[in-house]
């Protein structure tokens, strides 16, 4: 009886699911034109945060140059796709922020979109010498939507089998389009993301004045603008201020807080997401705040007074409510950034106590 070689294990099972591939537009000319190096960071930094995205839904099964491949059986496959192409792209704008490079490379970086693929059906998996890939009919038809007549270079191609399981409404956004592969013939149908695209550079553009803030809040800090924005930003400062059991920061573009993320745990499944979208120290800081609850955002101004002290302004507007659960949010997030500026204020006029010496 014949033995598998011991360098390829099969995994003969197979599995139903969604099949995704999440695929760099633009990337061949990119890198074709551009400086070695930095395209390699860049394409780095944009798969870790697409990836990331991804994970929430979705498994990674394997990274393919550009690509993303996925499986996952959970229903929210198209949302998870979108939201995906919306942290490629607040990266990205991001990027372009923090960097004063001109190199081909970093000038390049807006040209790069994504566009995906998306398949239900089955799936085995095999191991090549310590690599796992996905087999399957169902997997080649994935990989044989990449080359399509979508007139967009963004977008989601989804096949009948996804857009059968969705729901009537999102369906409809969905353009039907037929292919034909040596593998048959295949109906889908497409979503032009460019909308995305729009609202992803719309939220970084956010900045709330006390104009059209829900509220205000004011402190004044016992030190400089620059030594009071590094403690506000610090993980563990940030996690009293927000009065999080656990907060873990996600880094921003290019070594920066420019598209950061401080992930603030409140319990099981419960998680609150501070997002920076601007970020001009030591003047001003603004957060996108979304998660579990109402999205809200926020701008820190920082006001020098003196030599030696700071005016802090807190504008915050709450973004996805209206009446009653607008009044109640607005109460509730009052209450914690007014706790939360009295904690910084405590932490920075701790920081910077004499130590006593001892004799």
Known sequence: MPQTPPDRESHPAQREGYIAIADISGYTTFVADTE???SREILA?????????????????RIQGDALICVGEEDEVIPCLEDAFLSFHRRVRAMVAATTCTCN???????LTLKFVAQHGTYSTVTVRGT???????????FRLLKNHVPS??????????????????????????????????????????????????????RVTPKDADFTLTATIDAPPADAYAELVRPSTMQRVAGAPNITLKGGARGTL??????CEHGPDRT?????????????LTLWMYGDGPEAYGTYVFEPVGSDRTRLRLSLRVANATGI?????????RFYFMRGLRRLRAIVRASRAPVAKTA
């Open 36 to 38: 070695i190096e930095h």
């Open 45 to 61: 930094e944009l798969l870790e945060v697409t990836s990331r995205e991804l994970e929430r839904h979705l498994r990674l099964s």
């Open 272 to 284: 609150t997401i501070f997002e920076v979208i601007r970020d001009d120290p030591p003047r001003e």
């Open 258 to 263: 420019a598209n950061a993320a401080y992930h």
């Open 132 to 142: 796992v890939d996905l087999v399957g009919a169902d997997v080649n038809i994935a």
């Open 153 to 206: 270079h963004e977008y989601i191609l989804a096949t009948n089998s996804v857009l059968e399981r969705l729901p009537a409404l999102a369906r409809e956004r969905f353009v039907p389009i037929s292919e034909d592969y040596d593998l048959g013939h295949v109906e889908a149908g497409y979503r032009d993301l460019h909308d995305l695209r729009e609202r992803a550079y719309q939220q970084l553009t956010q």
């Open 105 to 111: 490379a970093c000038r390049s970086v807006p040209n």
């Open 325 to 333: 659960k607008r009044l109640v949010a607005t109460t509730i997030f």
